[in-house]
């Protein structure tokens, strides 16, 4: 006979322990106690950036946009300013052009490019205009370019976002063995600490920048009156990915992989794992079938995110060189077997680079020279007509205050 599971206890002082605690009480229903080993918040920059899909996902779990805004410092984001020694690209969130002839745009725009198009692969997405003129304004199917979207984030305050999700809960200390928690199933969420360091950047930007260095990068995310910045450089390359559910514990987060991570992936990547254990809730007894597949659907997962991080920071990994190797020559990327990272990341986060494929698509050649290059016209001029609409980001913050009923010194 099943005995469902009635009782969770979830170890961490931060973010991760938090949210986990957070989504499962409103997903569940089951009583759900929080253990901090410090009394003292374990917060990171690395959680300040909501992406698009972590947005869904928190709103989902019962946190809306409206509450997220709402909360000290929220600014909202386009994406990302990528600057290397060789070029500044943008990295907008979303998709870029409309996929013609059953092949992928980029293919379209390699092609096109090789035929003098002197436009980035970005400038096919509104948020790129927006981006380089400081507007914001979230996607609206009901202008010029209907499907063809931008997606829009959000950067957070750590501390805001803390304080939102312990808010009317309690906490128990940790005692020193984190084994004489009892439950029926303990979920260990303990992150290390990172000091939130503030950026001299001044002025609000609705996208966090990215500056490359010799010892990795230096992301700078604005917030509204400041800045917090964010070094990501490269761990232990040896560190194992290790199977993180063994009984009646499981691990999540950077409790589980405390590999470097890219901003905005850090949430995405917890709450993603509270997802798959959600739909993977076992009995008190955490019978193997559960487990194992959470084991190797979570396996995956992180290869593939330790893989694209890999492409920032660089580094000796087999899966990274073989994604990379293939696209530079056919600008190929096959199908993956993941959520968190999918082919079209690997597009989009390798041209953000500069890493141009030598080749395109053949099957792009069923548009001819003359309709290739009338409906890459057609389509910039729509979204040119629909970004230049966008208000100046002032404005927008503005408007956002003026809903919330807020003023702009307390926002």
Known sequence: MSRPIETIAILGSGIEAA????VLKQRTGLSIARFAETETPALSPVHTVLTPSALQRLETAGLGLRDLLALPGSLPSLGQMIVTDQQTSCNPFGSRGIDWAGIGFHHHWLRARQGGLR???AAFSPAYRAMQENRFA???QRNLIGPLQHESGLHVHPEALFERLVEGTSVQPLAAAANAVEADLVIDARERSNELQISAQSGEQPFSSWRASTTGWTITIPL?????EYPLAGGDEDQ?????????QVSIGQAAYSGPSLPGLAIERVLHELDLLVELLPDRDCHPAETSQYNRIWTEEMNELRALTTLYLGGDDARTSERLRMFKHRGYVRPLDTDLVTAS???VHALALDHVPE?????SMRL????LKQELGQLLQRINVVSGEFPPLSVYLQAIDKALGQSRETA
Do not use: C, E, M
Not at 224 to 228: D, E, F, P, T, V
Not at 359 to 363: N, R, S, T, Y
């Open 345 to 347: 990341d690997w597009v």
């Open 138 to 140: 979230p996607p609206d």
């Open 240 to 248: 194992l990915i290790k199977q993180p559910w063994r009984g009646n």
């Open 359 to 363: 080749h395109f698509d053949p099957l």
């Open 19 to 22: 949210l986990s605690a957070f």
């Open 119 to 121: 436009l980035p692969y």
């Open 224 to 228: 509204r009156n400041g800045a917090l």
């Open 368 to 371: 001819d020279d003359a309709r």
